[in-house]
């Protein structure tokens, strides 16, 4: 192509594109929203998932927003998600978003509980078992968003001190027990007990909250509480790689009933 034609073509792209200029940051998002929310009409089996970031030394994928406020900030067409998580929607055709930027096109409660769900995958990265999730994140699927993050909170302070105080106890109740056996029989070398037995083990309860908002999922993953109260994984089968989830707190259904795990 000739000098003359490529300032030709260049001059014809400039006019067009001044005719028809790019949308607004509103108008990009609308679009992808329409798309995405056609998506989850059209196809029943589509399922969006809350992951954990994997770790820095692996490679990270690119958000797919449209309209991407961190590829803005970098000024690129599309940037790694770096935050400690992420929306992973689709299963074959996978694509992934950093969580605000999936909030600016579809409330992820709205989802919930049949079309979003905390992946339950196992990692490299991770010794090859999945994800334990936090006590709140948990609250917030189960609950369709609408929780109090300050009871529970509350009730994760009670719970851990609870923890704290049992276990000075059994402490020193082993060691009375152990001075008891020793030599005669005497307890006069038994430590004395300052601390009286562990109060009955904290309930969680008045969590759910009547609300005409529920919490944003992102102001829910910045808590400080987050990963606090994440279950115990239990080993059934050495040979089968069987195993369950122990929960902490008490009054909890297993979001992971046999045979629900995803992979």
């Not at 000739?2 to 001059?11: C, F, L, T």
Request: glycine share 4%.
């Amino acid at each position: 192509m000739s000098e003359e034609n490529a300032e030709h073509d260049g001059a014809r792209d400039i006019a067009e594109g001044a005719r028809n200029p790019p949308g607004t940051d509103e108008e990009t998002i609308a679009e992808q929203r329409t798309l995405l929310v056609q998506q989850f009409d059209n196809d029943l089996t589509l399922e969006a998932y809350l992951q954990l970031t994997p770790p820095k030394y692996m490679a990270r994928a690119r958000c797919s927003a449209a309209c991407c406020n961190f590829a803005k900030e970098a000024r690129s067409s599309h940037v790694e998600i770096k935050d400690d998580y992420r929306i992973m929607l689709g299963v074959r055709e996978r694509k992934f978003f950093h969580v605000t930027c999936f909030e600016h096109n579809i409330d992820p409660s709205s989802l919930l509980p049949a079309r979003l769900k905390l992946d339950a995958a196992s990692y490299r990265w991770n010794d090859n078992w999945p994800w334990t999730w936090g006590l709140i994140i948990r609250k917030w699927f189960d609950c369709k968003g609408y929780i109090d993050l300050n009871q529970i909170a509350q009730y994760i302070d009670d719970y851990e001190k609870h923890e704290e105080e049992s276990g000075e106890w059994d402490t020193i109740e082993i060691s009375r027990q152990l001075a008891q056996q020793r030599g005669d029989g005497s307890v006069e070398d038994a430590p004395e007990i300052f601390l009286l037995p562990p109060t009955v083990t904290p309930t969680l309860e008045s969590y759910a909250m009547a609300s005409d908002l529920p919490c944003a999922l992102s102001t829910v993953l910045q808590h400080k509480y987050v990963e606090r109260l994440a279950p115990a994984i239990a080993i059934n089968s050495i040979i089968s790689g069987d195993f369950s989830l122990v929960f902490p707190e008490r009054g909890f259904r297993d979001l992971f009933p046999p045979g629900s795990i995803h992979h």
